[in-house]
């Protein structure tokens, strides 16, 4: 079992950056990659970013490329989002995810662990 705990979420004006953490615990934190996805009301789950166990590999949607950077710290048990140059089509609920192997993934349906989402707000 591996619970994932988001937080850093947050309201921030166009052109700004905001930093959102998820805290993993339960099976070792080095031994599976993880991603991130985001939601709004009335769409699907869309892809954001990913890292493998190592953080060695690193795969991001075009929509965010050059703007967001995924990463993680094995000794902290803590995967990161790092969020700059926001734009308003950026708001949505964060979610980090958790893929029981050491590969990373862009399909959802890969991670068998999710977390309960953290609030993106970008405004105008």
């Known amino acids: 079992q591996v619970q994932l705990v988001e937080s850093g979420g947050g309201l921030v004006q166009a052109g700004g950056s905001l930093r959102v953490s998820c805290a993993a615990s339960?099976?070792?934190?080095?031994?599976?990659?993880m991603g991130w996805f985001r939601q709004t009301p009335g769409k699907e789950r869309e892809f954001v970013a990913t890292i493998s166990w190592s953080g060695g590999s690193t795969y991001y949607a075009d929509s965010v490329k050059g703007r967001f950077t995924i990463s993680r710290d094995n000794a902290k048990n803590t995967g990161y989002l790092q969020m700059n140059s926001l734009k308003p089509e950026d708001t949505a609920v964060y979610y980090c995810?958790?893929?029981?192997?050491?590969?990373?993934?862009?399909?959802?349906?890969?991670?068998?662990?999710w977390g309960q989402g953290t609030q993106v707000t970008v405004s105008s």
């Open positions: 995810a958790a893929r029981m192997r050491r590969s990373y993934s862009l399909n959802e349906y890969e991670y068998d662990y």
């Open positions: 339960g099976r070792t934190f080095s031994s599976y990659a």
